[in-house]
């Protein structure tokens, strides 16, 4: 089925537009409401939120719907993603929403849900919630006097930092670390900080005023410059950057060098395995994480599980295999003996284990593989599909011949955007670039036909 509103992350797209519109966002709420009743106690449902300034319209705009759908409502405020999946378990929900479009700019936003065992929803149960959006449900609502309530939670932030916290051992400390951490502006900014001055550290913090409009601007985990340059004047021992909803993060080590996701997960990797921690001798990561990952685990004699985009389905196949590391190049990493998703504070927290344990230079410790060279290329299209069409498919395999078997190639449609993304990589970088540039001409010229 073609999906109208749902994409690889929930519900995403510019504020009041179509899908991210107050109607759309109230019918969500309906649906979700109605497709989560099991039983007769009273329904709950916990509503988080980034510091979007569209985040209060789409926040009000489902309470509505949830309240009619006879669920009572906990507001969380701005919290980041993975508090409200932990939230949804510890408070007892029968669903977790999340409101961010993560990365995005401002004028974006997204709703993401969450089940009652704080995982997010599987690709079934949106389906049967999408199915319900373009119908009348004025007859699956309850009565007046069964209407939900709705209500702030207090002390959401304080319980965040206790969990984000008991991740390391007791013992742990990050005093004598000075740590720059970079909050996007985001839903991280208030309780990143805390998490790390709490467990001992000297904290700088930066991008931490969001306004409703400068989340992810020109900052965060996708904009690590600006973190790499403060790492660089106040001496610090690392730098971190979150993003948006604080699901992920980037590394910068004390050099101003950033480190991604792949070299974090090899580097946890090999210490839960050395310390018999690493469940299923193997890791789970996307299509785009780079070969030199898998390499540096197969001489470990670990298994990388590759899966496709998006970090739903890193957890969905972590679950299914008893895997308790994965994640994503961009820096969703998921360690599922703490958390049901992404978690930008806690897998930093790890970082910092590893480093305080090992007594070196963080560009000594989170250097654990050279990268094989790899690109990767977006490019916009419209109308049809091209890569369904013959040119661009002829290309495709070519370009698969030519890296052989030493390398990679990687075509994918953006689940947000009307992109195509070309990665390649191999041990040949002009190689690399040759085949990427020819497929996004041949892509280009059919779009442009």
């Not at 916990?46 to 705009?61: F, H, P, Q, W």
């Not at 004047?233 to 590394?251: F, K, N, Y």
């Not at 792949?262 to 299509?287: F, S, Y």
């Not at 994965?326 to 992404?342: A, M, N, P």
Request: one cysteine or more; proline letters at 4%.
């Amino acid at each position: 089925m073609t999906r109208r509103y749902f994409g690889t992350d929930g519900i995403r797209g510019t504020a009041n537009k179509f899908p991210m519109t107050a109607d759309v966002a109230m019918k969500v709420g309906m649906a979700a409401g109605i497709s989560f009743q099991r039983g007769s106690h009273r329904h709950r449902v916990v509503i988080g939120k980034d510091t979007r300034l569209s985040s209060y319209m789409v926040e009000n705009a489902m309470v509505a719907g949830f309240c009619a759908a006879g669920m009572d409502v906990f507001l969380l405020g701005p919290v980041p993603t993975p508090a409200v999946a932990m939230l949804a378990r510890s408070l007892r929900a029968d669903i977790g929403v999340m409101i961010s479009a993560s990365h995005n700019p401002y004028h974006d936003n997204g709703i993401k849900l969450f089940g009652p065992d704080g995982y997010k929803l599987s690709d079934e149960i949106e389906a049967r919630i999408e199915s319900l959006l373009d119908k009348d449900l004025s007859g699956a609502l309850p009565e007046a006097d069964e209407l939900g309530r709705a209500k702030r939670i207090d002390g959401v932030h304080d319980r965040y930092i206790e969990f984000a916290k008991r991740t390391l051992p007791r013992s742990m400390s990050l005093a004598g670390m000075r740590v720059v951490i970079d909050c996007a502006n985001g839903a991280g900014y208030k309780v990143a900080p805390a998490a790390l001055w709490e467990l001992g550290a000297e904290v700088i913090a930066i991008n931490d005023e969001p306004n409703g409009k400068n989340i992810n601007l020109d900052c965060g985990s996708t904009h690590p410059e600006g973190l790499a340059r403060k790492v660089h004047e106040v001496r610090a021992d690392i730098g971190i950057a979150l993003d948006g909803d604080a699901d992920r993060m980037t590394i910068v080590d004390e050099t101003g060098a950033i480190v991604d996701g792949d070299q974090i997960m090899a580097l946890i990797a090999e210490t839960w395995h050395k310390a018999g921690r690493l469940q299923g001798r193997g890791v789970v990561a996307t299509v785009m994480s780079n070969l030199g990952l898998e390499r540096f685990l197969g001489e470990r004699d670990l298994q990388l599980h590759r899966t496709k985009v998006g970090d739903r389905y890193v957890v969905e196949h972590m679950r299914a295999h008893g895997l308790n590391l994965g994640g994503e190049q961009s820096g969703h990493i998921v360690l599922s003996d703490f958390s049901t998703t992404g978690d930008g504070l806690v897998s930093a927290l790890q970082v910092l284990a590893c480093i305080k344990k090992a007594g070196k230079p963080a560009s000594e410790v989170t250097r654990k593989f050279e990268p094989v060279p790899q690109m990767l290329k977006n490019v916009r299209y419209a109308g049809d599909k091209p890569l369904e069409t013959a040119p661009v498919k002829s290309a495709i395999e070519d370009g698969k011949a030519r890296l052989g078997n030493g390398g990679r190639l990687v075509i994918r449609p953006s689940g947000t955007e009307p992109l195509i993304r070309v990665m390649a990589e191999g041990d040949d970088p002009n190689l690399v670039e040759s085949v990427v540039n020819d497929i996004v001409g041949v892509i280009q010229a059919r779009t442009a036909a």
